[in-house]
C-alpha cells in the first residue's frame, strides 16, 4: 500500500510541468519567446477566464518556486 508522504506533496511541480507546453503562454499573449513578460501584464492575464488564465497564474506561481 502506498501512502502519500511528504515527498509526493514537494514534488507537485514535476508533474505540472509535463503537461506544461513550453512557450504557450508567450504566444497567447503575443510576446516573442526570448524576451520576459512583464509582471503587470502577467498579473492581469492571470484575471482572464480559460486556458490563459490558468497559464498566467501557473507562470506566477513558478516564480515563486524559483525565488525560494
Not at 15 to 33: D, F, S, Y
Not at 43 to 51: T, V
Amino acid at each position: 500500500m502506498k501512502r502519500k508522504g511528504v515527498r509526493s506533496k514537494s514534488r507537485w511541480i514535476q508533474k505540472a510541468l509535463r503537461k506544461h507546453k513550453k512557450g504557450a503562454l508567450h504566444r497567447q499573449l503575443g510576446i516573442p519567446e526570448g524576451l520576459t513578460i512583464p509582471l503587470s501584464l502577467l498579473r492581469d492575464a492571470s484575471k482572464e477566464p480559460g486556458l490563459l488564465g490558468q497559464r498566467a497564474r501557473f507562470a506566477l506561481n513558478l516564480r515563486k518556486v524559483r525565488k525560494a
